[in-house]
């Protein structure tokens, strides 16, 4: 292709107007449109089956394109736009089939299923990888043989603009393999029990970011009734105000500039096998610095230990775990890092190479990092060394040494601009709403940790996200599964109030809302850990209320729920739904977390036993109860309540 410039003060020729018009309108969009495809549409994806399908593309204006699958061919003609839709009848499991597209070029998609698509969204824990979790699941990733369930990871993307009509990439993977190391553990282990049951494909398209808040992934539409909201919403559509958030403000207000670490300083740093250690105080690991004689430090915190390593260890590859620490952390062992994480949440699990490790003392080093609450080693969790059949304990008397405190600051240094995920509608404009035009099954939800300080909200947020996701989709009443919040944090032995119980309150009374279930997962958390490792029962729960929902099997999908309560003298009678074969204590025990309270609102343990179907409670000291709540804690310490088919009862009150 030859390029014309004009020189100065020279008039262009004919010929040259006539190359530069022709070489314009060959780099103009329309002019060079080829048929294309949205990500979702491509090799290896799992349709919706005995539904109508929506195959679109994009392509020149005014061009005709044809789809041609399972020996049908659909013709249709591009818009204006060049957007272009056909619809192809509703299609029976099986596959592979092949599906060629054809325009002003031609695409061919293979090793497609027909099946049951589930969107699936949320925060952290609907993220969490089988990866995450390999050590738990490592049999299941090692026997992972599913090729007929699918993947297509949806990547994490914000607009505060307009909806999106397609994402920038993704594919759908099969659970083969180590291919389904990057899948939702949720998601596959509610798959793999869909899949065995019905021996049909499961397609998953998971949309979620971790620690977002429900509005994040309604859209603007759906956030009508909020005015809060839509405040919001229209503020973040205009770039200047954006703009605004993140300039400098005054020098005077400037955030300090972090003080050196002392570990890092020097003519040896702490980690080296040259430094001599010198002032360092004896601390327990796992364990909070905050709880061990540090007061209030946010800052640098060193550790350290010598370790002995066996002889059959040295030499070999190796693995440490580190459990949890708050926030961040970097591992030396004999002066070389061998691993590092810049926030709270993963579970620590280093490979150390093999030429690391020697026979006799190993120099264990971690620098800590925190900048807010308690920081160090969170407790009950695993801390060891171990490399083939050996392990080595590092729990134990370790010894620290502050690099650095950070200073206190009040002032505003820069604004900081918004976290673009946290704001009303920007992860449904971007993940959201490129996916609305692909048939699915319906939705499974896992989402509510970042709501937690707001339930009362909530209450109504929730109703409006299925509402919303059904309008968008177009297919009536999709069946939406969801998860209610497990148990977190400390245990408390005394009844108190509540934000998650409030939140997991909202969730159950979105139970109103038609063609809704919920897996109730208040036994499966843990204390110290916002993403508890039993991710297969979540999965399999829900798949339990998929069969009830949305597939009218006659099973029992849930748990105990509450249906009313009716005072008798000192007694209240609470009778539920979703009893099944029954009621039980699932460890044999009286049952435990109830309680009441009278006119004074202020609740006391009670005592409580099954009768048939009803549970009793009362306390001897109450002698006029009104109000009666269960498992009412952000983690309650015993809610043994079940049903015979082994499924928990949902937390309560009827204090509202």
């Known amino acids: 292709m030859n390029f014309y410039i004009c020189r100065r003060g020279a008039l262009p020729t004919v010929g040259n107007l006539i190359a530069l018009l022709c070489l314009l309108l060959a780099f103009h969009p329309t002019a060079r449109a080829q048929v294309r495809l949205p990500k979702l549409i491509s090799n290896g994806m799992v349709l919706q089956r005995d539904v109508p399908l929506r195959i679109w593309g994009w392509a020149k204006a005014g061009e005709r394109i044809s789809v041609r699958f399972r020996n049908k061919t659909v013709r249709t003609v591009t818009d204006a736009a060049g957007k272009w839709q056909v619809n192809l009848p509703p299609t029976p499991a099986g596959g592979p089939f092949v599906m060629a597209i054809e325009g002003s070029t031609k695409i061919s998609l293979t090793d497609i299923l027909i099946g049951d698509v589930w969107f699936c969204s949320g925060q952290s824990n609907m993220v969490h990888q089988m990866n995450i979790h390999d050590v738990t699941y490592a049999r299941d990733i090692r026997e992972a043989d599913y090729p007929q369930i699918r993947q297509f990871w949806v990547p994490t993307l914000t607009s505060l603009q307009a909806p999106q009509s397609d994402l920038p990439e993704g594919q759908w993977k099969a659970a083969v393999g180590a291919d389904v190391r990057p899948f939702s553990a949720v998601a596959y282990f509610f798959a793999r029990k869909l899949f065995d049951r019905y021996k049909i494909p499961v397609g998953i398209i998971n949309a979620s970011v971790g620690g977002t808040p429900i509005e994040a992934w309604i859209s603007e539409s759906g956030l ?373 309270a009278g006119s004074d609102r202020k609740f006391v343990w009670a005592r409580a036993k099954i009768e048939g179907d009803k549970v009793v409670v009362w306390n001897d000291e109450v002698t006029a109860p009104l109000y009666v709540r269960y498992a009412w804690a952000d983690n309650p310490v015993q809610p043994n309540l079940y049903n015979k088919e082994g499924l928990p009862a949902s937390p309560f009150r009827t204090d509202k």
């Open 224 to 596: 009508a009734d909020f005015s809060a909201l839509q405040t919001i919403i229209q503020k973040n559509k205009d770039t200047t105000y954006l703009n605004s958030l993140t300039r400098r403000q005054p020098a005077s207000a400037t955030r300090p500039a972090p003080p050196v670490d002392l570990g890092l300083t020097g003519p040896a740093k702490w980690y080296e096998l040259t430094y001599t250690p010198k002032g360092w105080r004896p601390i327990n690991v796992p364990g909070y610095w905050e709880d061990q004689g540090i007061k209030d430090l946010n800052g640098v915190v060193w550790y350290r230990r010598e370790v002995d390593v066996p002889a059959s260890m040295a030499g070999k590859p190796a693995t440490v775990f580190l459990g949890r620490i708050v926030d961040a952390d970097e591992l030396y062992i004999n002066g070389k890092q061998v691993g590092r994480t810049t926030y709270q949440y993963p579970q620590r699990r280093y490979t150390v190479p093999a030429d690391v490790l020697k026979a006799g003392k190993n120099a264990f080093v971690v620098r800590v990092t925190n900048t807010g609450g308690k920081g160090g080693f969170v407790p009950d969790k695993p801390y060891c060394l171990f490399a083939g059949a050996d392990t080595v304990d590092l729990k134990g008397t370790w010894h620290y040494k502050v690099g650095t405190a950070y200073r206190p600051f009040a002032g505003g240094g820069f604004g900081g601009g918004i976290n673009a995920q946290n704001q009303p509608t920007a992860l449904f404009n971007a993940m959201v709403a490129p996916d609305i035009q692909y048939a699915i099954k319906g939705f499974c939800w896992y989402q509510g940790e970042s709501n937690a300080g707001r339930p009362q909200e909530y209450q109504k947020l929730l109703p409006a996200l299925i509402s919303d996701w059904r309008n968008q989709w177009k297919q009536g009443q999709l069946p939406f599964l969801y998860v209610q919040l497990p148990g977190y944090m400390e245990y408390n032995y005394l009844p108190a109030e509540s934000g998650w119980a409030t939140l997991r309150e909202a969730q159950l009374n979105a139970l109103s809302v038609p063609n809704t279930a919920m897996a109730v997962a208040i036994d499966l958390g843990e204390w110290n850990d916002i993403h508890p490792d039993n991710k297969k029962d979540v999965g399999e729960r829900l798949a339990l209320a998929a069969l009830k929902t949305a597939y009218k099997e006659n099973v029992v999908a849930s748990g105990p729920l509450f249906q009313s309560a009716s005072v008798d003298g000192n007694r209240i009678t609470i009778r539920f739904t979703s009893t099944g074969s029954g009621l039980i204590t699932n460890d044999g025990e009286e049952l435990g977390e109830f309680a009441v």
